[in-house]
């Protein structure tokens, strides 16, 4: 009963084993190298698209200012007392002498 047991490394299982590991890694690189290009394609498309509804807000806010500025030119005293509003007398302010704490117990 004689068996003949072949090497464990042969040269020829060898050289597939190291071809096979060659593609994998080198379609694993490439699909390392697909996914960031995606990130950085999508990531730039997001910040142009971020930095236009800037310059929107930006223009938008820019004309709000100025509507405001126009309004308020318009409005003076004989505006004021068009809607029934009257000269201040006197200067008054509320001022609380006693101090009010909460306790933590509910009523």
Do not use: C, W
Request: hydrophobic fraction near 40%; avoid cysteine.
């Amino acid at each position: 009963m004689n068996k003949s047991y072949s090497p464990i490394l042969n040269s020829r299982s060898l050289e597939e084993r190291i071809a096979r590991s060659f593609l994998t890694l080198l379609l694993l690189a490439l699909g390392v190298y697909s996914f960031m290009i995606g990130s950085i394609t999508v990531s730039t498309i997001s910040s142009k698209s971020m930095e236009s509804d800037t310059h929107k807000t930006i223009s938008e806010l820019n004309n709000l200012e100025l509507s405001y500025l126009k309004a308020s030119e318009s409005i003076d005293a004989n505006y004021a007392y068009g809607h029934n509003f009257i000269d201040a007398k006197e200067m008054s302010f509320a001022k609380s002498n006693t101090s009010v704490a909460f306790n933590g117990k509910a009523q």
